[in-house]
């Protein structure tokens, strides 16, 4: 079974839908219940404060792993763009 049969080859397997462009997505999934649903478990303080940190944990994005051949790249290009006063982008 192919998870996404309408999508490119590059997406038809994959499963985490964040890793998927939003115009190959399927439109009609129901958006659910959200953040709601742990309301319920909230009753005492410290529950409270752990469900929480868990809620703001689930949006979090991993950083890109990178070698050490390339953060001395990135060295070498900070220190370049500092050194003449210019502006660069950073983006992963």
Request: with cysteine.
């Amino acid at each position: 079974m192919i998870p996404n049969p309408n999508a490119p080859d590059e997406y038809k397997y994959e499963t985490d839908y964040r890793k998927i462009p939003r115009k190959y997505l399927n439109p009609k999934i129901p958006q659910g219940r959200g953040k709601i649903k742990w309301q319920p478990f909230a009753t005492l303080p410290k529950q409270f404060e752990i469900l929480e940190q868990i809620i703001m944990n689930q949006d979090k994005v991993e950083k890109p792993l990178l070698t050490y051949d390339s953060l001395d790249n990135l060295d070498q290009i900070f220190q370049v763009k500092i050194r003449n006063d210019e502006l660069c982008t950073i983006t992963y």
